[in-house]
Every structure is written in C-alpha cells, then in structure tokens.
C-alpha cells in the first residue's frame, strides 16, 4: 500500500509480517497470499516488496522451501515492479543457498531442511553482506571488492549493470518465490 501505516517496532525491531496482515508490502494478491501465518506463493512471478526503503540493516526471517525450490531476497531493490533489481541472497533446496546470485557462493555446504522452516539472518552494512542461515555463517560479501560491472573480483560474469561497490547502500527489500516467509523482522542499524 502507498500509505502504509508505521509497522509495529519491538525491542527495536519493526515487524514486517508477523502472519496476520500485509501491510508494510507492495504485493499482487493473485501471488500471494496469507497461509497458516505464512506469506505464500501462488504462482504468478512477482516478488513480495517491502513498502519502506532500508539502508544498513539487519532482516531475519524464516523460509521454508518446497523440493527443488529457489527462491531468495533482494537487498537494495530500486523499484517494486516486476522491472526491478536488488542484490539477490539465493535461498531454498540447492546448493546456492545463502550465495549473493552469480557473484559469490556460499562459504560452506548449508543443511536445509525442504518443507520445514529455516531461519536467515541477513546483515547490510556499509559494503559488507554477510548471510546466516540456521545459525550457520555462509556468506561474507565485501562490495568494494566488485570493481567492474557484470564482473565479479576472480574475472567470471555476473547479471550486475555497474560494479557492486558503486550499487545504492539503500532501496527496497524484496522476497521471491516459490518459498513460504514468516516473522519477517528487519533493524535499522547506525
């Protein structure tokens, strides 16, 4: 919604979706939709889009992914239309899982549970990305290292139209299908 009301903030965490209302999302309700507290997927390609832009800031979450599915959450995304783009986290049943898509992989295999809930902790700051996933450290991105554009540091390509260190350190977060969310959770960081 344009006018989207203030989310409720506990203990300096707003509340983006606690399984009761969608209000602090920009969302087609023909792809998706509230199950068993559950933001879930309906199968039309647009992703779940974040009302507010963030800049530094921490997002934790649960997912559960079906067999085989990919999902994952854009950071930074500059527009929530289907033409937008954001720094894609890839999540789900595959061993991408945690890796910041087509630009660094996961730093060690990572245990998911299919069609049963995961947890993920997201951390923007400055330059740096970093990506738990149930409790595990999997990721550590240090943008400046991304130079040039569509290239990654070790030379091989990536879908990135400027060098990740020029990218904006604010924009919208985005969640894609087919996965299901929940106590999605978000902290502005200083």
């Not at 959450?73 to 910041?100: H, I, K, Q």
């Not at 809930?117 to 409790?135: A, D, F, L, M, S």
């Amino acid at each position: 919604p344009e006018n989207a009301p203030a989310p409720k903030v506990v203990d300096g965490w707003e509340i983006l979706f606690d399984g009761t209302d969608t209000a602090q999302w920009k969302l087609d309700p023909q792809a998706w939709v509230i199950r068993d507290d559950a933001l879930c997927f309906l199968g039309r390609p647009e992703p779940a889009v974040t009302t507010a832009t963030y800049g530094d800031c921490s997002v934790e979450f649960e997912f559960k992914p079906p067999k085989n599915g990919i999902g994952g959450v854009e950071l930074r995304r500059d527009s929530p239309g289907r033409g937008g783009t954001g720094l894609l986290v890839a999540l789900g049943d595959t061993p991408t899982c945690g890796a910041l898509l087509d630009c660094i992989k996961p730093s060690a295999p990572v245990s998911v549970k299919v069609n049963e809930w995961n947890q993920c902790k997201i951390v923007c700051r400055g330059p740096v990305i970093t990506v738990e996933i149930n409790g595990q450290p999997v990721l550590r991105a240090d943008l400046d290292q991304w130079t040039t554009k569509e290239q990654n540091p070790d030379g091989t390509k990536n879908r990135y139209r400027i060098p990740l260190r020029d990218w904006p350190r604010t924009g919208l977060v985005a969640f894609r299908a087919p996965l299901q969310y929940r106590n999605i959770r978000i902290e502005r960081l200083p």
